[in-house]
């Protein structure tokens, strides 16, 4: 017990992968669906795209990926972490209101393979996993930007080139491989990049996050009932980014 209160003292935001649940299980809900009808998408430049097995290695990486950078802003740097958190779940949150309402699929998957390898046999086991339906944006290429933002980001890894590049390597990688493995077409990748875009703007250059922290310091500087503790907390830092 007094170790679970110590971490919860040390790490407070802990509260923020409850999201997990709520995505997870509208997900799963989602894909429940995949029976009904649904809306094909394709876009010409899908057809010149060959189907390439061996893209099924960055495609599986994605976990590892986003789940290290989650882990690791969670623990080292937490003004990071939320803003990271705020990139992440905003396309996420999106990408699921989107998918209920407009239910939506992509039939382009190979048929059959001609041959039999490790990779194809990786590529079948993705295929049974995951259904070509509620793939508009592509949340693959989403949250692989999102993940290389923060890490372009952050200050530990600012002087660390070889890090940075690793990263952009594996964030293109992923992009990549979700059109080389028939898993969406182009125009789930370019939704996803402009979402991506956009959240990045927003999050990081537009200063927006900054301002918002700023008035929320003075507002509850003005009505201190609401809570001094919670008042000094935020204004202190507030007042630190408007200077």
């Not at 170790?3 to 509208?26: C, M, Q």
């Not at 990786?122 to 049974?128: D, I, K, Q, R, W």
């Not at 992009?175 to 991506?196: E, N, P, R, Y």
Request: charged share 15%.
């Amino acid at each position: 017990m007094k170790r679970y209160k110590a971490f919860l003292k040390d790490y407070p935001h802990i509260w923020t992968v409850l999201y997990f649940a709520v995505y997870i299980s509208w997900f799963v809900w989602l894909e429940g669906r995949a029976n009904q009808p649904y809306h094909v998408i394709h876009f010409p430049l899908d057809d010149y795209i060959p189907f390439c097995e061996y893209f099924v290695i960055p495609y599986f990486l994605w976990f590892a990926y986003i789940a290290a950078v989650f882990v690791w802003l969670f623990f080292r740097n937490r003004e990071d972490f939320y803003r990271h958190i705020i990139f992440l779940y905003s396309g996420m949150t999106l990408f699921l209101v989107i998918c209920t309402f407009y239910p939506n699929g992509h039939l382009l998957r190979p048929a059959g393979f001609t041959r039999d390898n490790l990779f194809i046999r990786m590529v079948c086991f993705l295929y049974s996993a995951d259904t070509s339906t509620n793939i508009l944006p592509s949340i693959h290429v989403f949250n692989s930007i999102a993940a290389h933002m923060a890490i372009v980001h952050l200050p530990d890894f600012r002087h660390k080139k070889w890090t940075v590049r690793c990263s952009c390597i594996l964030c293109i990688s992923i992009i990549l491989s979700t059109m080389f493995l028939k898993q969406h077409s182009c125009v789930d990748v370019i939704l996803g990049i402009t979402l991506a875009s956009a959240m990045n703007q927003f999050v990081y250059e537009s200063g927006c996050l900054v301002k918002a922290h700023d008035f929320v310091g003075k507002l509850v500087s003005d009505h201190r009932y609401l809570s001094p503790a919670f008042a000094r907390k935020i204004h202190g830092p507030a007042k630190d980014a408007e200077v």
